[in-house]
């Protein structure tokens, strides 16, 4: 139980790894950094970003670092890149369940859903 996160590089057709991730805990318009990381060669966290214990009721931020990713894997991007972070802004209402939020990425596009 918890959060997890994965995301998958469709231009390349694999994990994002070594794709950097931060979770903010938000509030109205403020945001309270709670981690960071990169991701394994899985394309994952190595452990829960918050396990069922540090879950609570509310919205959270993951922010993806879309740009750096892209360009640590020699794309050529334009500048300003079309995507540089991608926010995704979510809510937990039921701790006792896991949620797992997926992004599928590429330089011009993201999609993400709740996961198993």
Known sequence: ??????????????????????????????????????????????????????LQPG???????VKAYFLSRGVVLPEPAFLNEVNLDFGVADVSQHYHVPLLVSPWSYATYRGS
């Not at 994990?15 to 805990?25: C, D, Q, R, T, Y």
């Not at 919205?59 to 670092?65: G, K, Q």
Request: hydrophobic fraction near 40%.
């Open 1 to 54: 139980m918890g959060l997890s996160t994965h995301v998958l590089d469709t231009m390349h057709g694999c994990p994002a790894a070594g794709m950097a991730v931060s979770l903010f805990a938000t509030t109205g318009r403020e945001s309270r950094l709670l981690k960071s990381l990169v991701l394994n060669t899985d394309g994952r966290a190595d452990s829960p970003l918050l396990d069922s214990l540090q």
């Open 59 to 65: 919205t959270y931020r993951l922010v993806f670092s």
